[in-house]
């Protein structure tokens, strides 16, 4: 085996305050580039895709369930169309500002094929990961929201090679996110309306977010935590948007709601809370829309 090179050189962290990256070059062929209105095809489905003004906002959820209360929020709503590779999007007008959200389905391959084509024919301010996550930090409750400010993969260990545990080799040792938005994001609990449910207030953390493609259950949880400590928060999605994001040259965020702790109850309060946990998600999202 060939020895892995060294570290990428340091690149600036995507800022909505610097000037926006070059924008990747679109394939000649590709329908998107050629004709915004073609025809686009996904499990033999086939529908129009409509032009519209810019995207200002990519987000990302997994599920159905987590795109449901962007869509309850949205003053304006597309219907769903399929996208190239399985996902689904759909064109929302929320806080006054265009946004595209995506269902890319569970799992890391799933999320980084979305927002690549997401990101391929549009050009955002932000791509946010949001909906539900699970809580690994100590004093996270179900309910909360973590806003992330690194992000890692749980299953990534090149240390053999001098890499950190959670690194691809040849990019960052964690993703970071854009500051400014992630600023708002953490202050926005102190300007939510109470909740219907408990807790009626809506507590936001920050930390570290780790990702995999397994459940953290209470079998996976005590090495999880020993491998990354400082983490608050795990779930299967937001580190490979956060890669696709550094690659393509766009500020990210992440905000995910606690719907259940990484404990032996963790699959019933997944299931009892993951509705709850994505419209605090969406509540804390929102917010950020405003502040673009």
Known sequence: MTALGPDEPAREAPSLDGPAPAAATPDPASHAAADPAAEITAHGRRARRPASAPVEAVVVVAMASE??????????????????GGAEHRRLTIAGREVLLVRSGIG???????????????????LVS???AGGLGV????GDVVVGSQHAYGGADARGFGYALGQVPGMPPTFAAEAR??????????????????PTT????????????????????????????????????????AHTAHLFGVPFLAVRGISDLCSPVEAGEFAAHVDDAADRSAAVVEEVLRAL
């Not at 949205?74 to 190239?84: G, Q, Y």
């Not at 995999?212 to 937001?238: I, Q, S, W, Y």
């Open 108 to 126: 890391l391959v799933n999320a980084a094929s979305a927002a690549s084509v997401a990101l391929a024919e549009h050009r955002p301010r932000v």
């Open 67 to 84: 795109a449901a209360p962007f869509v309850e929020r949205a003053s304006a709503a597309s219907e769903p169309l399929p996208a190239p």
């Open 202 to 241: 809506i507590r936001v953390l920050t930390g570290s977010v780790v990702s995999a493609d397994v459940f953290v259950d209470a079998d996976r949880v005590a090495g999880v935590r020993t491998d990354f400590p400082d983490a608050l928060a795990a779930d299967m999605e937001t580190t490979a948007l």
């Open 139 to 142: 004093g996270v409750r179900v």
């Open 181 to 198: 938005l992630h600023d708002v994001a953490v202050g926005a609990a102190d300007r939510l309306a109470p909740r219907p449910t408990e």
């Open 130 to 132: 949001a909906g539900s």
